[in-house]
């Protein structure tokens, strides 16, 4: 059964840190890219960034220059470093794994971010 995981969630105030980690099961095969969206209360989902097994890297405009990925894709395991959080940050974050080989997208259950003063 593939799985993917979230961690590294937590509450913290404005303008701090905290870094996410998403890994992939082994049986995952031939992942093409990872990637992170959120989801807050009453919104929907939306996309965050994206890393590529070239290790290419895109992002929201919303959180261009204080998020930056790292990891490798074909290693399965990538991480999210946030810095400069905002209130407007929190939210559930999600990580999706993408396999054309296996034409499927894995999502985690996610980690909860919680900003506030």
């Known amino acids: 059964q593939v799985q993917v995981v979230e961690s590294g969630g937590g509450s913290v105030q404005p303008g701090e840190s905290l870094r996410l980690s998403c890994a992939a099961s082994e049986n995952v095969i031939n992942i093409n890219y990872m990637e992170w969206y959120r989801q807050s209360p009453g919104r929907q989902r939306e996309w965050v960034a994206q890393i590529t097994s070239r290790r290419r890297e895109y992002y929201a405009d919303s959180v261009k220059g204080r998020f930056t990925l790292s990891g490798d894709v074909e290693e399965k395991t990538v991480y999210l470093e946030m810095n400069n959080l905002k209130v407007e940050g929190t939210a559930v974050y999600y990580c999706?794994?993408?396999?054309?080989?296996?034409?499927?997208?894995?999502w985690g259950r996610g980690t909860q971010v919680t900003v506030s003063s």
């Open positions: 999706k794994v993408r396999s054309f080989r296996q034409n499927s997208d894995y």
